[in-house]
């Protein structure tokens, strides 16, 4: 991996200055998130997205929070205790473990960049998505922006682009957000 985040830094991804440039409730309206959809949160850290959608996608919806570290699931599970409609997943580094065609929406937020093989990972994402789903990735422009990443860990739009496309996915719209952009595929 080329840089993964620390949890020791968990206080970093829910703070104000985060909320103004990139209000959760935004990229959740970004992505279309509706009652009854069953929605994965790659990279879900503290619940900065994933528990705010609990309530976007209701009684009848899921979210499944998926990270590779333990403690920051903990943290999740600290801040909502144990509702039925969310799932904590630990996963690895390489993949996601969940039936094809078993996710309506995956938001992936500042995770990419992480990850070694890419389109692989895409790939993977691709299989878990029902068809007509969608896939919103979240990343760091790739210029100087003061914070985040360095350059050489970037993904720039049209980088994603082209890995988003070897992994079946075609692009709907992107969105910027400060020192980010939001670009949404279809399956």
Same mark, same amino acid.
């Given at each position: 991996?080329?840089? %993964? ?32 959809? %069953?929605?994965?949160? %790659? ?31 903990? =943290? ?34 500042? %995770? ?45 739009? =049209? ?29």
């Amino acid at each position: 991996m080329n840089k %993964v985040f620390n949890p020791s830094n968990k206080h970093r991804l829910d703070n104000p200055e985060r909320r103004k440039n990139m209000p959760p409730e935004k990229i959740l309206g970004i992505i279309e998130l509706k009652k009854g959809d %069953v929605f994965l949160d %790659v990279g879900a850290g503290t619940g900065y997205f994933s528990i705010p959608a609990l309530d976007t996608v209701g009684e009848n919806g899921r979210v499944i929070a998926a990270d590779i570290s333990d403690e920051m699931l903990t =943290e999740i599970e600290k801040k909502t205790g144990d509702p039925h409609n969310l799932l904590l997943m630990e996963t690895t580094p390489n993949e996601i473990l969940l039936p094809s065609k078993s996710v309506d929406k995956i938001l992936m937020s500042m %995770v990419l960049h992480e990850i070694n093989d890419q389109i692989m990972y895409l790939k993977n994402l691709n299989d878990i998505l029902r068809d007509n789903g969608t896939i919103t990735i979240v990343e760091w422009k790739k210029e100087e922006t003061g914070k985040g990443p360095s350059i050489k860990h970037r993904i720039s739009k =049209e980088e994603l682009d082209e890995l988003a496309i070897k992994a079946g996915f075609s692009r709907i719209n992107n969105h910027e957000f400060d020192a980010l952009y939001v670009a949404v595929y279809k399956k």
